[in-house]
């Protein structure tokens, strides 16, 4: 589930703080052309009689390079809808067009900061969504969700701190008993589920908890280090470094799927009922999304560029630019959120570690509201089904 939500409140604190983001490129006017995105050579497919005309995806948050294989499928020359916050084009594989469209729908205040599957459960024309791991046990009961895609292996949040104040600290463990002595405290989104999992596996006391983060690095800023807070490694680590000018050196994290709660971020998933209707589509679409997302990983640039556009586009409060884009690609490869993952082909998931997942996660949920569905396995939520097992990242 996404758990960072940057408002538009949040981007005008940080600039009265002087700590706002460097802003993006030139404007773009809804209905404009967007840059083109690079291309790859191989066979042209056919998607035209076994997908929608127009395939709708739902993405959980503003435009970024997370999401880079997905804007890697845009054709030529897309059409920037700035007021609906989408770009729309021709759905291209291998450097040709597929015969279908395909629309990327912004999410988090675009849609209000609805989860992605309660937005695929209200508007039907979305052919697939982003939907983590954890969000997918959480409605599991209600608004059922099947990954059919993992275009990335590892979830890229973390835990970020000081080194400078915490010299002593290399896991969120470490931090926790130094924040509890220092009187500092973690900053996060007030519900986010791993937190729950954090204090209650012990690696973090409760009284070191603050749910009032709000996207701002301004509390971080103010607190000279004494405090620390979520984040995601494909981000903030640059952005504090090298845009926030009032903080302006290294941090220092963990991501937390290193302490066992690890979900497939942002798989591309599809209401559970439509699978089988899907199916034919899938089979096709979903090695066209694999080839995509190596590409995009191999060859990032003009991706980047065209989500640096979207971006500007679109216009609420989000600042994100190329050189954020190109270090997160590079923090994907390092950290290897990006990986084959020992399967020998990008995008596949692993029954036993959703199994684990499950296990940890539907005991929190069940506490805080969820719809878990009873007897819930991994099978529930995850298909292998449609990956092509030829595609690799090669890592």
Not at 28 to 55: E, F, K, N, R, W
Not at 378 to 384: E, K, P, Q, R, W
Request: proline letters at 7%; one cysteine or more.
């Amino acid at each position: 589930m996404r758990t960072r939500p940057r408002t538009a409140v949040a981007v005008a604190a940080a600039a009265t703080l002087a700590v706002a983001l460097t802003a993006c490129g030139g404007p773009t006017d809804a209905g404009g052309q967007a840059p083109t995105a690079p291309t790859a050579t191989g066979p042209a497919i056919d998607l035209s009689g076994v997908c929608p005309s127009t395939v709708v995806v739902q993405t959980d948050w503003n435009p970024e390079a997370d999401h880079g294989h997905i804007y890697q499928m845009l054709g030529p020359g897309p059409s920037i809808d700035a007021s609906q916050k989408s770009v729309t084009g021709d759905l291209y594989a291998n450097g040709k067009p597929t015969g279908v469209k395909l629309e990327i729908r912004a999410g988090g205040p675009a849609i209000g900061y609805s989860t992605v599957s309660a937005q695929m459960a209200q508007d039907k024309t979305i052919t697939l969504g982003y939907v983590s791991t954890d969000e997918a046990i959480e409605f599991s009961g209600n608004m059922p969700t099947t990954a059919v895609f993992a275009e990335n292996d590892k979830s890229p949040m973390m835990i970020m701190w000081d080194p400078k104040t915490y010299p002593d600290v290399a896991t969120i463990k470490d931090l926790g008993v130094r924040l509890q002595a220092n009187g500092g405290v973690v900053r996060y989104f007030n519900g986010a589920a791993y937190m729950a999992y954090l204090t209650d596996a012990g690696y973090l006391p409760s009284g070191v908890l603050d749910g009032s983060y709000d996207g701002s690095p301004a509390k971080f800023v103010t607190a000279k280090g004494k405090d620390a807070q979520q984040g995601f490694a494909t981000a903030e680590p640059y952005v504090y470094q090298n845009e926030v000018t009032a903080w302006g050196k290294p941090v220092k994290f963990q991501l937390v799927a290193d302490t066992g709660w690890s979900p497939y971020p942002e798989t591309m998933s599809v209401r559970t009922g439509d699978l089988t209707t899907l199916s034919p589509c899938l089979k096709k679409l979903v090695p066209v999304m694999q080839q995509a997302d190596v590409d995009f990983i191999k060859n990032p640039t003009a991706t980047n560029d065209l989500i640096d556009k979207l971006v500007t586009a679109y216009n609420n409060g989000w600042t994100y630019d190329a050189a954020v884009g190109k270090t997160a690609v590079a923090q994907m490869k390092d950290l290897k959120i990006a990986t084959d993952a020992g399967h020998g082909h990008v995008g596949a998931m692993d029954d036993q570690r959703v199994s684990d997942l499950i296990k940890i996660a539907a005991p929190i949920f069940g506490k805080s509201g969820g719809h878990v569905k009873s007897g819930l396995v991994a099978g529930d939520l995850v298909t292998n089904q449609f990956l092509d097992p030829t595609i690799s990242l090669g890592w």
